[in-house]
């Protein structure tokens, strides 16, 4: 069983549009991640949930919307998409928000903008 | 901004030739972690460290925690085939420390 799973794997969409991109973790973990790795492999915190509750918001337009129904759940909505947003985006979990828990990351969803 | 240095960014190697890579900041780091991307794949973990001076191996990897807990390094002992892929440092500062920051990856090339 996958660890972290998200869905889908591949997006392309046309530029304006909104989607969506889910992640269930089956680790029993309380924090949840969203990350933005561009075309330079450079990876980026988000925003980040603990207990459902918002931690983590970096400087991101406000056209992305986590959302947490459950601690093994957290989704991203896009709203307006624009060639800009290209790129991979990684779910990933940790035991919690302390120094001593590693996180673990999904397969990634790459998004493509059209 | 970027607060990790990373290097190198590349490396084309022999096999069976051994690997270092560091990351360097100027900001203080209280948990140091080292990740490896696969094509098509999430960062996996490879080996965390959690105390300045720590020294800890996992099989042919080795990596400690830098003294001044301002840098770290990861040392591939007997390069193979499956080791090519990116590797990435990854750190918690002393403040901020629910933030990971990431350095920019070491893509490394292995030649048969």
């Known amino acids: 069983d996958t660890a972290v799973s998200q869905t889908p794997k591949y997006l392309v969409t046309q530029m304006g549009n909104d989607k969506s991109i889910k992640c269930e973790q089956n680790l029993g973990h309380d924090t949840m991640y969203w990350y933005k790795q561009d075309s330079k492999k450079f990876l980026k915190i988000m925003f980040s949930y603990n207990n459902k509750e918002l931690i983590i918001n970096e400087t991101v337009p406000n056209r992305f919307s986590p959302k947490s129904p459950d601690k093994a759940h957290l989704n991203l909505h896009i709203n307006s998409l624009e060639l800009g947003d290209s790129a991979v985006y990684f779910c990933?979990?940790?035991?919690?928000?302390?120094?001593?828990?590693?996180?673990?990351f999904g397969d990634g969803t790459r998004l493509s903008i059209l | 901004g970027q607060q990790l240095n990373q290097s190198p960014q590349s490396m084309f190697i022999q096999e069976g030739e051994d690997v270092s890579m560091n990351c360097t900041s100027s900001?203080?780091?209280?948990?140091w972690l080292w990740y490896k991307q696969d094509p098509g794949e999430g960062p996996v973990l490879l080996i965390a460290l959690y105390k300045a001076g720590e020294l800890t191996s996992n099989g042919r990897l080795t990596a400690q925690f830098g003294i001044t807990r301002k840098d770290s390094f990861l040392n591939i002992s007997a390069s193979i085939p499956s080791d090519v892929g990116i590797y990435f440092c990854?750190?918690?500062?002393?403040?901020?420390?629910?933030?990971?920051?990431f350095g920019q990856g070491t893509r490394l090339t292995i030649n048969p």
């Open positions: 900001s203080i780091f209280n948990t």
């Open positions: 990933a979990s940790s035991q919690g928000t302390g120094a001593r828990q590693p996180q673990h």
């Open positions: 990854a750190g918690r500062l002393l403040q901020g420390a629910q933030k990971l920051v």
